[in-house]
Nanobody
Framework: QVQLVESGGGLVQAGGSLRLSCAAS????????MAWFRQPPGKEREGVSC????????RYADSVKGRFTISRDNAKNTATLQMNDLAPEDTAVYYC???????????????????WGQGTQVTVSS
């Protein structure tokens, strides 16, 4: 397993941008698919995006396509979620997750993931 720590959350106005980072410990980061999930207030956690461990294949929830971009830097053991054109409905606690040898084929299924971060709050004001 890898240990995951998110950062970069905060308060932003609608239309603004935030960049979330997920720092991973361990030497097997490159073998993990990395994903971002979020849990809006009073709602269940949902998948936002995933990037595979092998070919860099990416997946996005329909609600964030064209606004969010996931990336990874295996040399720095870091996954990043660039969020642009934020809206109040993007308000949530954002979590990163790691799936050993994952290819994002079942990326929205939480049991696929071996490790989770503690979450970072993103609040978008209208």
């Amino acid at each position: 397993q890898v240990q995951l720590v998110e950062s970069g959350g905060g308060l932003v106005q609608a239309g603004g941008s935030l960049r979330l980072s997920c720092a991973a410990s361990g030497r097997t980061f490159g073998n993990h698919a990395m994903a971002w999930f979020r849990q809006p207030p009073g709602k269940e956690r949902e998948g936002v995006s995933c990037i595979s461990s092998t070919d860099g294949n990416t997946r996005y929830a329909d609600s964030v396509k064209g606004r969010f971009t996931i990336s990874r830097d295996n040399a720095k053991n870091t996954a990043t979620l660039q969020m642009n054109d934020l809206a109040p409905e993007d308000t949530a606690v954002y979590y990163c997750a790691a799936d050993l040898w994952g290819d994002c084929s079942k990326w929205q299924q939480e049991p696929e993931y071996d490790s989770w971060g503690q979450g970072t709050q993103v609040t978008v004001s209208s």
